[in-house]
């Protein structure tokens, strides 16, 4: 670039101020005004350099030397970055373009996700977390938000970008994600879903309907009992057994959504994207307790961006779709035909490397949807560790098998851990195998958070600081890795030209 030729910013002088070598990003250069500004990296530092003078300049927190001021690329200084290049800040997807969720536990990720969405139409959402995954990892909102938002700028990616609070159930951790900065609301109700209705026979449902407020049971009966609605040819009648059990199941549910949406979503200080998520059940969302759903939001005035069902088969996390494809064709065609009449797109959780259905899902949804991946990228991070540092990745492997236990308790898989190889039968060179294999990819997939903030008897990390440094130190392979994986995701589904 002709900033960049005319050595405003010099690589020398940076590494004479800091000490070490320097990498400068020269996408990220930019000018303002009378300022240049360029993002650069020391091992694991990254670090926003502003050359010249005018209000970015006087803004940002940093030390100065001449007309050469060396930022840290905190929350602050993001925040200035933001007010100034508005496509660092994270937005709502209002024109609806087809999205995916690309959850990076990690902070390291964002780069190789633009190398693979850069020249699609997708509105990716490149800071989503849970506050499961945010304390698994010892990270907040703000951090999420911080480290997209600088490697927006890094890979000077000007296409819009969201950030979400995945799965969130409670009001005070919703008010937190809203006060960082999200754009994206994910709403998750499952606490108050009655699981165990599914499987109550007809007597001991009617018993349990029987409790519930006579007035509330008029009032859905006179709504919906022996209704029959038709959608997209196809035709589903209320009838009384069912009601009863979805008005079981999710009135309470309902309620909570409700008082969210009306506290948080429908008159906000800007624009949301709100995720209706009941996929967190033990036995699918049939297509009538769908309907049911959304007569119900519709009524409330509850406008929802996307919903997320509990779709037929097996959505493991890291590992492929288990389950008949007929099926699950037939089951998606329902639910999709649900959402076209309602106005909504669908959501598709635990979207991670589910390969079999992609081509279902861009057959099936003629219009947008949502896809969300999280932990394939810490995966593609621990090949990474096993291409180029065979010794982290055995001690990494070893102590996600010891605590493989433990971290069961946080997902549902059906890992064989007796199925994997063992450590000692496989050379240093084929240990990126495990990766290709099921089970190893679910033991080390549910265990990240162990893996990173586990300590030994001292207090520090067993893996952390090798691991992030590793990461930094081999950052463009990981982008190259990253590219191709979730290339993979993006092309099947329809979402890359």
Same mark, same amino acid.
């Given at each position: ?54 209000? *970015? ?130 709403? #998750? ?5 009655? !699981? ?31 209704? *029959? ?46 995720? *209706? ?14 309907? +049911? ?34 099926? +699950? ?47 394939? !990228? ?27 236990? #433990? ?28 990766? #290709?294999?099921? !089970? ?58």
């Amino acid at each position: 670039m002709e900033l960049y030729e005319e050595k405003l910013i010099v690589a020398e002088n940076l590494e004479k101020r800091l000490g070490k070598s320097v990498t400068i990003y020269e996408q990220s250069l930019t000018s303002l005004g009378k300022c240049t500004l360029v993002l650069v990296r020391t091992g694991r530092e990254k670090y926003l350099v502003a050359k010249g003078s005018g209000p *970015v300049f006087d803004e940002l927190q940093g030390t100065t030397e001449g007309s050469c001021k060396i930022c840290p690329a905190n929350h602050a200084n993001r925040l200035v970055l933001n007010s100034y290049l508005p496509y660092t800040k994270p937005h709502a997807n209002i024109s609806k373009r087809p999205s995916i969720g690309l959850g990076d536990r990690l902070g390291e990720a964002t780069s190789g996700h633009i190398q693979a969405l850069r020249t699609t139409e997708v509105f990716p959402i490149f800071a989503q977390q849970s506050v499961r995954e945010l304390t698994l990892t010892g990270r907040t909102f703000e951090d999420v938000i911080d480290k997209a938002a600088y490697a927006v700028f890094q890979e000077g990616y000007t296409s819009g970008y969201g950030a979400d609070g995945d799965h969130l159930k409670k009001r005070e951790d919703i008010e937190k994600a809203l006060q960082a900065g999200v754009t994206m609301i994910t709403l #998750d109700s499952s606490d108050l879903i009655d !699981n165990t209705i599914f499987t109550m026979n007809s007597q001991d449902v009617d018993a349990k309907y029987a409790q519930v407020d006579a007035q509330l049971r008029l009032s859905y009966e006179a709504k919906y009992l022996e209704q *029959v609605y038709t959608i997209a040819d196809q035709t589903y009648t209320l009838d009384a057994e069912h009601l009863k059990r979805d008005i079981l199941i999710y009135h309470r549910a309902l309620d909570f959504i409700q008082s969210i949406y009306e506290q948080f979503i429908a008159t906000p200080i800007r624009p949301l994207d709100f995720e *209706v998520s009941i996929d967190e059940t033990d036995t699918p969302t049939d297509a009538k307790s769908h309907l +049911f759903i959304a007569l119900e939001l519709k009524r409330r005035k509850v406008a929802v961006s996307t919903l997320a069902p509990r779709f037929i088969g097996e959505f493991q996390k890291g590992i492929d779709y288990r389950g008949d494809l007929e099926s +699950f064709e037939h089951d998606l065609l329902a639910h999709v035909g649900i959402a076209d009449q309602f106005g909504y797109r669908l959501s598709v959780h635990s979207g991670s490397d589910k390969f079999s259905i992609f081509p279902i899902l861009k057959k099936c949804i003629k219009g947008s949807f949502h896809v969300k991946t999280a932990g394939t !990228n810490w995966l593609e991070a621990m090949r990474l560790v096993a291409l180029k540092d065979p010794s982290l990745y055995r001690k990494m492997h070893q102590h996600a098998l010891s605590r493989f236990s #433990d971290a069961r308790a946080f997902y549902h898989v059906t890992t064989d851990v007796s199925a994997i190889k063992a450590l000692k039968e496989t050379e240093g060179a084929d240990l990126v195998h495990y990766l #290709d294999d099921d !089970n190893a990819r679910q033991l080390l997939h549910i265990t990240y958070g162990f893996l990173l903030e586990d300590t030994d008897g001292d207090g520090n990390t067993l893996f952390k600081d090798a691991f992030f440094t590793l990461l930094a130190k081999e950052e463009r392979l990981y982008a190259q890795l990253l590219e191709k994986h979730i290339g993979k995701h993006l092309a099947l589904l329809g979402f890359a030209s």
